[in-house]
């Protein structure tokens, strides 16, 4: 799949096939979420992997308020922040946002499916990470995707919105 055509037709994901997802499509992912841009070149970043069936259960109900897609998805990565790591003080979520956004990519690429599951800024789902994957007080959970092959297709959308460009000046609307 060319580049724009990723971009243009992935959505989120949040039902999944009993259909595994192979170590080597894992380590595709993970090394798409690391070649992700960051400040200085800082990559502050760590990533918890599980294919553990009790574990993806575990983050259903501690984490994702019991919905079904961790109870279906094959596999579940959690993107943590090592704040001791980040090129330039401050600029670590942004960073780890651009992996998140590439392993979503690659996902796509993949025939996977995946959806951003928001944890930095929730406390509760910062504690089900903690409590499921054992990350310790010192790196910041982030964002959490579970993994698997889709279970529901959805179309692409065009949301390209004149209304939010201003050329060359602010144009106030
Ligand atoms: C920062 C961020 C946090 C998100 N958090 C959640 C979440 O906690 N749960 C969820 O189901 N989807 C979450 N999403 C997915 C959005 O709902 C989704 O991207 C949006 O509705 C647009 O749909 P699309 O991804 O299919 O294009 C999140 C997306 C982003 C970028």
Redesign the pocket.
């Known amino acids: 799949m060319d580049t724009m055509t990723a971009i243009m037709t ?5 039902a999944f096939k009993d259909a595994p997802v192979t170590d080597e499509q894992m380590k595709t992912l993970l090394e798409a979420a690391m070649n992700a841009p960051s400040a200085g070149d800082g990559r502050p970043w760590h990533f918890v992997v599980t294919t553990d069936r009790a574990q993806l259960d575990a983050l259903a109900d501690e984490v ?1 308020e019991g ?1 079904a ?1 961790f109870k279906q998805a094959q596999a579940a990565v959690l993107i943590c922040l090592d704040e001791s790591l980040e090129g330039f003080k401050g600029f670590g979520p942004q960073d780890c ?1 651009c992996a ?2 590439n392993l ?1 990519l690659a996902a796509h690429d993949m025939g996977l499916g995946t ?5 930095i800024n ?1 406390p509760p ?1 910062v504690a089900g990470c903690r409590k499921v994957f054992g990350v310790p007080e010192e790196m910041t959970p982030f ?2 995707f579970p993994i698997g092959v889709p279970g529901e297709e ?1 179309k692409a ?1 065009v ?1 390209y919105d004149e209304s939010r460009i201003h050329n060359g000046r602010w144009v106030k609307r």
């Open positions: 992935r959505r989120s994901i949040r994702d919905n897609m946002s998140a956004q979503q959806v951003w599951i928001a944890i929730v789902r964002a959490l959805l959308e949301r």
